[in-house]
């Protein structure tokens, strides 16, 4: 990009417009920070844009590679046709985590993961003590929803020239609920 930025005769001022137009749009979503902020140097732009790239091509290799079947071993397995049952009563450490192997087998029984009867999934097993609030039946949330739109879709308070994202970042303190 560099050298035929440089051939276009084009001032260097230009060049992060320009790459910018060039990206994938799944960089651009990425890069629509830095994009934006005018401290951010060509250069730093690119790089930011290479270190993008080389995570979203991690992530699609490690995707791909999940994707591909496993090796099935050519042992023959006993009692061929016959199914696997399962107990019904819950595991007997609810803390404890499922294996892959218990995942599969429960997904493909469409039992639930908590209790492990057919009929329901884990997040509405009646024998799970705590029920979630649906998101929207949360109060507190959508008062905070409120209180977010009102201060954003309402008049500035400070002029756009002395407010920084750092000021932005302090407003939503206390106001954005992390565990959801």
């Known amino acids: ?23 994938y ?3 651009e979503r990425d890069m629509a920070r830095s994009y934006i902020d005018p401290t951010v140097s060509f250069q730093e732009f690119v ?3 290479q270190q993008i790239a080389m995570i979203n091509k991690r992530v ?6 999940e994707r591909q079947p496993k090796p099935k ?3 023959p397995v006993a009692n061929r046709g016959s199914t696997k049952t399962l ?13 892959r192997d218990e995942v599969r087998t429960l997904y493909e029984a469409g039992r639930c993961f908590t209790c492990r009867e057919k009929g ?6 009646p024998q799970k003590g705590d029920k979630p609030v649906p998101r929207m039946a949360d109060p507190d949330r959508e008062a905070r929803i409120a209180e977010l739109q009102d201060r954003w879709a309402g008049p500035a308070e400070v002029s756009s020239s002395a407010t920084t994202n750092r000021d932005k970042e302090v407003r939503f303190e206390g106001l954005i609920d992390s565990e959801n």
């Open 1 to 23: 990009f560099v050298r035929l930025a440089g051939e276009t005769g084009k001032p260097r001022s230009c060049w992060k417009d320009e790459f910018n137009r060039k990206l």
């Open 25 to 27: 749009s799944t960089f």
């Open 47 to 49: 790089r930011e844009a």
């Open 60 to 65: 699609s290799e490690r995707r791909a590679a």
């Open 73 to 75: 071993s050519s042992k």
């Open 87 to 99: 107990s019904t009563k819950p595991a007997a450490d609810p803390g404890k985590k499922l294996t």
């Open 120 to 125: 329901h999934v884990s997040k509405e097993c």
